[in-house]
């Protein structure tokens, strides 16, 4: 806390700098948006300078000299600044940018004091990686993959922590809540001054935070974690700087070159940020260059010198950062390696025109990607449809366009109004949400981007929400006098609260949590940030103990960088991957252990599950069956065992006997760390015996086996389990036991995806010697939901009193139902008002079912729900393995 004085003052210092910039070098008339555009340009700057220099610099060295940049162009430009030139906002708008802003502050303080943040299960361990000196970014879950997606936003925050002792959350936090209030004014001040209209700057800025409603987000009041809230305050930066180079052109005065150097800085680190929106920004500057040039040679001519020096400035810019643009530019053809399961394979930009289906979308399950947050409202509530399997829509279809809101649904009218008004702001807007809307229907991204639509619809909708802003404020204004005018007067108020609908019951909701909860009010409600380590302590999903700080604390001064962790992990759930993502962020190394999320699991889901390797160690204790992860440091808690992993002492302890934390050191074993085999096989023959039957195994156990060879090893053993088509699927995540002589007692966890599958085995001598293959291949299929659609039915489900379900379920298949594992029977509780289940992404709650049920046999189950049931509800029961997806259980039919 101490420390963060520093920060705010290193970031007024970009500021500063950047709006000395704004106003005297490239000539922007209005000083509020110029100081408004300050930081957006240092930013721009310093991702710049950190992605160029962070391979040979520390990051400290990386903020000098980005602060230096800053400082010498500030210093050179030393213009005088142009006259003031501005339109004032009235009282009633300045209330209301007022009360946005004030919404804002609160919305944002409170939800990132009241829970981890979305993307906080990547974004910590990731950031303080960086701070601890790991570069490239790697995935800090499984170090031998790339990392997936953009790397910007997390360069920029080690950078920037650098101010605080490398304190990379607390960066966030007060990151975040600086940009969300520039972005407020930028967006607010960059739309006045591109359409002249302080009304339309006000209304255009207020819905792009609070208007948006697409999906689950109502707009970037709510939009602010992963790159969004970056990105965006980027994107409103270049329509700032933009409108200042058409409005230039147009007056035919000649283009300053510092305007087209910001643009261009801003439009590189953009690229650098989001592909995406860089294209769709780009697009959308060329199509108003085309429309301000259109029959006038004088502006054409000004506006082709100066197009490609942005154009063609920003892409090097955002190619030269090894951006998402740089596979498809400089690789468009390069095949990408093949992973298990396909949503975890790098993601190099891939395209494919016209798109088969064309003008459709693969819609997911998931209701946060299927329904507009505000028809999840009591108001609209009744009209939400029913939630179906997903699959190819068109995007002018019902279940396309109940993703979005009004703005969207009346888009077609705003923009033919900007196009008939001549309001080139509007239009410009309008053309950003038509692209946006239209490119991921048209355009094949393949599968694994494809599924990332919503990054393009929210960019739709938010264009289109500052659009209909636009042309609400215009409306408002040249409204006629009379009834007529108080009828316009009265829908254009209808239609902006009707729009904001969504953020009123998103903040009313926070109030009410605040209110239900006093332990929570007492933890959010203060006028700064808590100490990052204090905070994370008090957080109950966490379950962090003052020996976990210890701990934690020991490793960041005694570990190195790129060192691998495995912790006391053994449950699935987002609250079991924070709590990992805590550790290893605050420890400073990876987090491994934890399985690729399997097919079932929707795109983008964190990785929560233990690998094959983690199951088998909880299961045996046994460290050599971590080998092949190369896991560096082991922390366990005193429920995980009183006695030791076998042959390992603890390097150091921390804490009291009830909340002890033990850390040990394993030892290098030079074990290959995935299963990439050298030709050709040893000439040796491998038996397997002890192998499960394919409806007696599950995922999430381990099942012994022996292995019987025809020749006498030395070294290590792991099963490679294939697929039909070939595919390793447990290349990254391998089970290593210790081989000496002619038989080896080995360990079989199943993978997460059920299947049909070949079974070999694969030896390594060690010293960081390859895996060799061994002769001899079985079937190892199993068929874990077979088993329970084949004999588990619900005999009788009878509600209770209050909360209490007697359920009793009922074997009626031929044979033993013994599925190899404890039973999860999970139930789910269906609200017929909000037309969805109570808790809509998990079953409300599980017992365990152990043991075999016999043919004709029942067993009883009861069952407590968290609340008493919604009226004309129902409870509908799954089963799962210990790992494994929700499968259905249907009702008996006698």
Not at 219 to 244: I, P, R, S
Not at 504 to 523: A, F, K, W
Not at 719 to 728: E, F, H, I, K, S
């Amino acid at each position: 806390m101490i420390a963060d004085p520093v920060l705010l003052f290193v970031l007024a210092l970009l500021g500063a700098g950047g709006a000395r910039f704004a106003a005297r070098a490239c000539r922007v008339a209005d000083p509020f948006l110029s100081w408004a555009l300050g930081l957006p340009l240092a930013l721009s700057a310093l991702l710049l300078v950190s992605e160029t220099l962070v391979p040979i610099l520390p990051l400290w060295t990386c903020l000098l000299v980005g602060l230096a940049l800053v400082g010498a162009v500030a210093w050179f430009s030393r213009a005088p600044a142009p006259e003031p030139e501005f339109q004032p906002l009235d009282r009633g708008l300045r209330w209301l940018v007022a009360l946005l802003l004030a919404s804002l502050v609160f919305y944002l303080h409170i939800t990132q004091l009241i829970r981890p943040a979305d993307d906080f299960w990547i974004q910590y361990p990731l950031t303080r990686s960086l701070v601890k000196g790991t570069f490239p970014a790697v995935n800090p879950y499984h170090p031998d993959l790339p990392l997936q997606g953009d790397r910007g936003r997390p360069l920029l925050l080690a950078t920037l922590s650098t101010t605080v002792g490398g304190d990379t959350l607390r960066t966030q936090w007060i990151l975040e809540l600086v940009l969300a209030l520039n972005s407020a004014l930028l967006w607010i001040l960059a739309l006045r001054r591109a359409s002249g209209n302080a009304r339309a700057g006000v209304l255009g800025g207020m819905l792009v935070f609070l208007g948006v409603n697409v999906g689950s987000r109502v707009g970037l009041l709510d939009a602010y974690d992963n790159e969004n809230l970056l990105v965006y305050l980027l994107l409103a930066a270049l329509l700032a700087l933009g409108a200042e180079i058409l409005r230039t052109a147009a007056w035919r005065w000649p283009i300053p070159l510092p305007l087209l150097a910001g643009a261009t800085l801003v439009a590189g680190a953009c690229g650098t940020l989001s592909a995406t929106h860089y294209v769709l920004a780009l697009a959308t500057f060329l199509l108003g260059c085309a429309l301000v040039g259109y029959r006038r040679k004088s502006v054409s001519r000004i506006l082709r010198r100066a197009v490609p020096v942005v154009v063609l400035g920003s892409l090097l810019l955002a190619l030269a950062q090894g951006s998402a643009l740089r596979s498809l530019v400089l690789h468009p053809g390069a095949p990408a390696p093949e992973l298990h399961p396909p949503a975890w394979q790098p993601q190099p930009v891939r395209i494919s025109f016209p798109k088969d289906p064309f003008l459709a979308l693969r819609l997911g399950v998931d209701p946060y990607q299927r329904f507009s947050f505000a028809l999840d409202t009591a108001l609209f509530r009744r009209y939400q449809p029913a939630l179906d399997d997903g699959g190819y829509a068109s995007i002018f279809g019902p279940k396309v366009l109940v993703l979005h809101w009004l703005p969207t649904w009346l888009a077609p009218l705003t923009l033919a109004w900007s196009v008939w008004r001549r309001n080139l702001v509007g239009v410009l807007l309008g053309c950003f949400g038509v692209l946006a809307f239209l490119t991921p229907g048209v355009v094949d991204f393949g599968p694994i981007r494809e599924a990332a639509f919503l990054r393009w619809e929210f960019a739709s909708g938010l264009a289109f929400a500052a659009l209909l802003g636009v042309t609400l404020a215009d409306l408002w204004e040249h409204r006629p006098s009379g009834t007529r005018g108080k009828l316009l007067a009265s829908l254009v108020v209808l239609i902006l609260l009707t729009d904001m609908v969504g953020a009123q019951r998103r903040l009313n909701d926070l109030v009410i949590e605040l209110q239900r909860d006093s332990g929570l009010l007492s933890r959010v409600i203060m006028p700064w940030y808590p100490r990052t380590t204090d905070w994370l302590a008090q957080l109950p999903s966490l379950r962090l103990s003052e020996s976990d700080l210890e701990a934690t604390a020991w490793l960041w001064r005694e570990a190195g960088p790129d060192q691998r962790l495995l912790t006391d992990f053994s449950t699935a759930g987002q609250d079991s991957v924070d709590r990992q993502a805590a550790l290893a962020g605050l420890a400073g190394v990876f987090p491994v252990g934890h399985a690729l999320p399997p097919r079932w699991l929707p795109m983008g889901y964190p990785p929560d599950m233990p690998s094959e390797p983690t199951v088998a160690f909880r299961q045996t204790r046994n460290p050599d069956t971590l080998a092949g992860l190369g896991v560096d440091w082991l922390l366990e808690g005193p429920r995980q065992s009183t006695e030791p992993p076998a042959g390992l002492s603890p390097t150091v302890q921390f804490g009291p006997p009830a909340q002890i934390r033990r850390l040990y050191r394993l030892k290098e074993t030079g074990v290959p760390g995935s299963l990439h085999m050298i030709p050709p096989p040893v000439a040796v023959e491998a038996t397997v015996e002890g192998l499960p039957g394919p409806h007696s195994w599950a995922a999430g156990v381990a099942y012994p086996v022996t292995v019987h060879f025809s020749h006498p090893l030395d070294g290590w053993l792991a099963p490679v389990l294939r697929d039909p088509d070939g595919n390793t699927v447990n290349r990254f995540s391998p089970v290593t036991c210790r081989v000496q002589g002619k038989s080896a007692r080995a360990w079989l966890v199943p993978p997460l995806e059920e299947g049909d599958y070949r079974l070999s085995w694969t030896w390594s001598p060690g010293g960081n010697e390859p895996w060799r293959s061994l002769n001899g291949e079985v079937a190892a299929g199993y068929r874990f939901s077979q088993a329970i659609e084949e004999g588990l039915r619900v005999e009788h489900l009878e509600l209770g009193d209050n909360r209490e379900v007697h359920l009793i379920l009922r074997n009626t298949g031929s044979r033993t139902f013994a599925p190899g594992a404890p039973l999860r029977i999970q139930w789910w509780v269906w609200d017929p008002e909000r037309h969805r289940y109570r808790v809509p992404f998990a079953p409300e709650g599980e017992v365990l079912l152990d043991g075999p049920l016999p043919p004709g046999t029942s067993r009883n189950v009861e069952i407590l729900l968290d609340s008493p049931m919604p009226r004309d509800g129902r409870v509908d029961i799954t089963a799962a393995a210990p790992h494994g997806p929700s499968i259905s259980v249907p009702r008996w039919q006698p």
